[in-house]
Nanobody, 125 residues
Framework: VQLQASGGGLVQAGGSLRLSCAAS???????MGWFRQPPGKEREFVSA?????????YYADSAKGRFTISRDNAKNTVYLQMNSLKPEDTAIYFC???????????????????WGQGTLVTVSS
């Protein structure tokens, strides 16, 4: 499975960006997630979505109410719509794919088997 993240850029505080993560390869993932790594900090969970079924979604507290994760199964693509961006949202954003669903492990990096290269989001104040 190869993951290609895109959509990052420079935006003013209060603005919006939509990140995309296109998945390719023969295997279908169970869960797709977004993580981010702010400058000088460790990578942290942002959001996740179950690939099949109802597409159950999960959000970090920092993302609730501002970010929306969605998927397009036909395009093998997951999106992260980010609204009301804040300077503290500045980070490299990574998408990741887990081959096995975990109801409790979706926030953990080691749940995910494949990672994209990251896309930089910079929010200016």
């Amino acid at each position: 499975v190869q993951l290609q993240a895109s959509g990052g850029g420079l935006v003013q505080a209060g603005g919006s960006l939509r990140l995309s993560c296109a998945a390719s390869g023969a295997r279908s993932s169970a869960t797709m997630g977004w993580f981010r790594q702010p400058p000088g900090k460790e990578r942290e969970f942002v959001s996740a979505i179950r690939w099949w079924g109802t597409g159950l979604t999960y959000y970090a507290d920092s993302a609730k109410g501002r970010f929306t994760i969605s998927r397009d199964n036909a395009k093998n693509t997951v999106y992260l719509q980010m609204n009301s961006l804040k300077p503290e949202d500045t980070a490299i954003y990574f998408c990741a794919a887990a081959m096995v669903y975990s109801a409790t492990g979706y926030t953990r990096e080691n749940t995910y088997d494949y990672w994209g290269q990251g896309t930089l989001v910079t929010v200016s104040s």
